[in-house]
């Protein structure tokens, strides 16, 4: 089940993702992120504590920002920025790290503060 | 759970197949195997001293294939299960996840963005797709190995086991 309160950064709500998420749990990811577009003017999604990530989750990553985009959210992904880490290989992998956009990297989205 | 080689389910495996086997582990199609394969697998992994490129490598095709498996063979039927057997061979480390359930089709309902395929063959150096309708499918991930760490004790510049 998605919390009923994320914590807010500011304008954005913050969806922390920790440890291993795959096809088995990214519902419950998809109903937090859903939530979080629901209720508030912008979310981030902080990768940087997750430790894996499959293709449905990449799959709601992609989704939310369309999702943002129509609805004229602010919308950013926090990934750890060792290029050893796990999922920022995994997003490199996937072609996504050029498509996402990055919190703190100057990538336009007006997200404030970006977890480092 | 596992079984030995020859008790696979699917086929018959050379005497030389059976020697590179590392683990032949069947679990039921549900999506809490998909994370159990995972970190079953992974300790396999982290056993023989894998670089961790190839492990995260392995780690995301492996997921993608079980899942793959748990999300559409066994959809029309009861559930079955889902076998994932890892063969290092000398110059090759080989991942194979098979089901029984009703061949490779495609999914025109999918819930994904249609990832699942191109990632197992991004991450792999050789991906191979097998089966035929009610049959079951078959993918074969083949990673080339630079260089496992030998039986003897120089080879210490391979590190960081893990991905943790």
New interface residues.
Partial sequence: MAPAHEPSNGTATVVRLEGEHDYDNSPEFRARIEAALDGSQGVIVDLTEATFVDSSVLGILVRAMREADRRGLSYAIAVNPEPADPVRHILELSGLLGVLPLAGNGSGTNDSAAPD | MYIGVSESRFRTYTEEENIDAKAVIRFPAI??S??KA?RNITGHLEELGLE??LV??V??GL??AV?NA??HAYRDGEAGDVEVLVFVHPETLVVIVEDTGSGPLPHPDG???G??LP?MS??SDKLEIEGERDRGTTVRMTFDLPGLPGDNDTCGDREGLG??
């Fill in positions: 999506p809490e998909v994370p995972r961790n490129d995260d490598r780690r995301l997921t993608e899942a748990v999300a819930t994904g963005l990832m699942g990632l991004v991450v991905t943790r």
